[in-house]
Structure formats: C-alpha cells, structure tokens
C-alpha cells in the first residue's frame, strides 16, 4: 500500500532503501524514515502543525476529560451523587459487566473502524449514564438508571481501548511517559473543572441538601460529554501521524476484516503469554476506587466536603503524572533500569499513603446523617482531605506507570490495542467484584485491607516482565536491519511478499 500523500519520507534516505525509494510503507519501526509535518509561524512563534503527535495526544486527552472526566466527578462524589451508594452499586454493577464483555471484541473493532469513530461511539454512552441519574432525581426510575450503565459500560470498553492505544502508539519511545503525562493532565483537567460545578452548585446548600446533588450538577455534565463524544470524530486519522522520531504510527495499514481482526488480537495474546504477570497490577487498578468513593469519602463527609475532596483530588493527580514522567523518561538509564526504578518509587509511595489511610479508615463511621458528618469547617476536615486527596495522588501515579509500561511492551497499536483492552477488561472486573461487595454490605475493614492488598501486590507481579521480557528498545537501529532481514528469507518468499505489496 502506497504511504499517503501528507506523510513524507526523508529526502536523505540511501539508495538501496527500496521500501521508500518506491513510496511504500516500511513494515519495521526505525526511526527518521519519515518527516514531521511542518510547523506553522504565527506572532513569531512556532505552532505545531494539527497532525503532530502532541497536538493529538492533547485532543486524545480532552474527548477524556469532557466524558470519562465528568464521569468520575459523578463517581467521586460517592454514591453517583445520591443518598446511597446503592443505586451507584447496582448501576455500575450492570455497567462493568457489559465493559468486560465488550472489551474482548473492542481491539478488533478500533483496528476495523478506526480511531475517530470509535472515540464518537465510546463517548455517547456516557452522557446516557448521567440522563439516567437526572431522570432519577424526579422519577425515581431505577431501570433507566440499570440501561444507562448498561449502554455507559458498552462505549467505554470502546473507549479506553482507543484512548489506550492512541496515547501510547502516538509517542516515539523516549517520550512515552511524556504522552502519557500530557493525556493524563488534560483528562485530569476534566475532573477538576468538572467538580467544580457541584462545589459551586452544593456550597451554600451546607448540611441541608439531603446528600443529593442537584439538577444543575447533572445537566452540566451531561452536555460536556456530549461535546467530547463529537470531539473524537475531529481527531487526525492516525494511520498518517508521525512519531517526534520520524517512525510511523500505523505500520501495516493494510484492510482486514473483522474476523481476522479478532484472529490478530488472538495471536498477540498468544505470542505474548507473559502479560499475565501484569494482570494483577491490572485488576488493582481501580478495585481500590470503591472504597475511597462509597465507604470513606461517601459517607465521611458532607456533600460540600465530597465536592469540594474530589476538586482538590483531581487538582493533585496532574502534577502527580509529571513527578512519574522523570522517573520513566528522565533518568539517564535504559529504559528497562528506568522501569524498575519507576515502580520501586509507585511501590512505596502507595503503600506510605495507605498506612495513613488505615487510621482515617479506623475513624470512619456509617449512618450518619448528612449533619453529622464532616463538613469543610469542621475540626478534622483538613487531616481527613489530605487522606482522600492523596489517594488520588497514588491513582495517577498507578494508572501512569500502567500506561507507560504497556507503550514500552510495544510500538504497534495492534498489540497496543490488545493491552489497553486487558488492561481495562481487568479493571471492568475487579470494579463488578468491588461493587458487588460493596452491595453485600461489607465491612469498611474488609473493603480497606483488599484494596491494599491488591495494590501493592501489583507492582511485585511486573518484576519478572521487566527482568526477563521488557527491552531497552523495540526500534530497529537502521532500515539496514530489515533489508538484512529480508535477505536471509528465500527468493521466491521475497518475491510473493512483494506482490502482495503492489
């Protein structure tokens, strides 16, 4: 297949390099085979050009900061902002178990679709979630709630899989944690600015809303995320960006169906079977978000003092993200030193802020009423924040980790894509477990001591794919090595894969 017009290979290429000499793609990762767009001039400034790499990684992170953003706002508040964790329990319930389904298929249906369409469909469904809560706050209607978590749980397993795979194929491999912190700024962006609206609209309430948020709350969330779901159809098709280093995002570019899409995604699983290693940090991920939400911020403090947590909390996970950027890509190591180093640094810090929480959590007390609880002028208030806001600080620097070791596992975003759907099918099923327990009433001790246990296994497990699997590059050195690869192959393989070519 011909490489497209807009991407333009290097003018200094050898001669022999009959991949580009012929204006066909290079099936290899090597670097400065192609230029990057050409920046604009405007006041004096350089302006990068729409189809850089960083400027898609900030609209990557802006679809995610107008839907998954002001979902979490929603969930962050404890209990989807109503009396009781109950509706969000059963809910979200419905939501992750359709996730999990969909996640399976939802590797093969980005490489099918594409990357905008499926952003637009993984979008939609989380502006229904939010409807079904509105509507609840006057009818009462709990199966549109269940259908809105359903449809919820359906675009996000799309979702993910897309901001996953994009975030970490569109950065060359010194710059992955770079990406990854960029996206997660802007996401995070999303939640700040997103619970500012029920601090603003829940302030003056005080003690006196009855642990409900208000109409103007949902309203608001539900048009910002509708307009991130048609933000994602505006994104630059990515089978023509070009890394910072010259390398193309979309090696093979070539059209398959959709089963052997599924067949694809099959075969890196297998390939690739010590990924199971990182399946518990996977699982760990967010199974700890149901404690902090439903059984301590939930029912600790008062709806001002949730809103007002969750602001504080997303305003710390942003430079959290740049702290573990140095770790990841700063450091003057290879990259696979530079891994261990990075989750030594996410094992301890998690585990420091969870000893802390053990005692916040001892403190905690359930059926209180809302004048009861801990308001933001309260003596104890500011001790019992910075617990809650430093649990945030722990889940981005988790989730980054997370997301720089699945880009440094691979370039292809058809191995990419598989990883961020495990990695999000994983953390769909601890979420229907916690919420399920959640549910069953258990104890506030229990539901602490597993979300600790969990995540602070999860870095220990990643050991041996760093140790043994995990390499310093997944770059070729030159386009010498895949011309001298292609040598040791018989004539006549040579000749049919030519073919196939033209």
Not at 240 to 264: A, H, N, Q, Y
Not at 286 to 307: H, L
Not at 455 to 471: E, N
């Amino acid at each position: 297949m011909g490489v497209d017009t807009s991407v333009t290979p290097v003018g200094d290429t050898p001669r022999g390099h009959n991949e580009l000499e012929n204006g066909q793609d290079v099936l290899v990762d090597v670097a400065k085979a192609y230029e990057l767009p050409k920046p604009y001039r405007i006041l004096g400034f350089n302006v990068w050009a729409y189809s850089h790499p960083r400027v898609q990684a900030i609209m990557l992170g802006s679809v995610l900061f107008m839907t998954v953003g002001m979902y979490n706002v929603v969930t962050f508040i404890g209990g989807a902002g109503q009396q009781t964790a109950w509706l969000s329990d059963m809910s979200n319930i419905a939501l992750y178990t359709v996730f999990s389904a969909f996640c399976f298929v939802a590797p093969a249906f980005l490489n099918y679709f594409g990357l905008r369409i499926t952003l637009c469909v993984g979008g939609i469904g989380y502006s229904s979630y939010v409807a079904s809560l509105w509507c609840f706050n006057h009818t009462g209607n709990v199966p549109f709630v269940i259908f809105g978590g359903c449809w919820c749980g359906l675009s996000a397993a799309f979702l993910w899989c897309a901001e996953g795979t994009a975030i970490t194929s569109f950065a060359s491999e010194d710059k992955k944690g770079l990406y990854v912190s960029i996206f997660w700024s802007i996401f995070q962006f999303g939640v700040v600015i997103g619970a500012a609206i029920p601090v603003g609209q829940n302030w003056n309430a005080g003690t006196s809303n009855d642990s409900r948020v208000s109409d103007g709350t949902y309203i608001g969330l539900f048009i910002l995320m509708l307009i991130g779901a048609v933000l994602g159809v505006f994104m630059y098709p990515w089978q023509k960006i070009v890394r910072e280093d010259g390398s193309r995002v979309m090696l093979d570019t070539k059209t398959k169906s959709f089963k052997e899409e599924l067949v694809t995604s099959w075969q890196v699983c297998r390939r690739n079977w010590w990924i199971l290693f990182f399946w518990p940090m996977c699982w760990a991920v967010n199974y700890y978000n149901i404690y902090q939400s439903n059984d301590f911020n939930g029912v600790y403090f008062t709806v001002r003092g949730r809103a007002l947590n969750t602001f504080i909390s997303g305003c710390v996970q942003i430079p959290s993200a740049w702290i573990l950027h140095i770790f990841t890509d700063k450091l003057p190591f290879g990259r696979r030193k530079r891994a261990f180093i990075a989750i030594v640094y996410v094992f301890i810090t998690i585990n420091a802020v969870w000893i802390g929480g053990y005692f916040m959590m001892k403190k905690t007390v359930y059926g209180l009423t809302e004048a009861e609880r801990v308001d933001v002028y309260d003596p104890g208030y500011a001790a019992a924040c910075a617990v809650y806001v430093l649990y945030g600080f722990t889940d981005a620097t988790y989730n980054c980790y997370a997301y720089w070791f699945i880009g440094a596992l691979s370039n292809r975003p058809d191995e990419l894509s598989v990883y961020a759907s495990m990695y999000r099918l994983l953390n769909a099923l601890c979420q229907i477990c916690a919420f399920a327990l959640d549910l069953q009433g258990y104890s506030k001790e229990f539901m602490f001591g597993s979300s600790w246990a969990f995540v602070a296994a999860g870095p220990v497990f990643v050991l041996p794919i760093i140790r043994y699997w995990l390499k310093d590059t997944n770059m070729a050195t030159s386009l010498e090595v895949y011309e001298a690869a292609t040598v040791s192959e018989p004539q006549s393989d040579r000749d049919n894969k030519e073919e196939k070519r033209a």
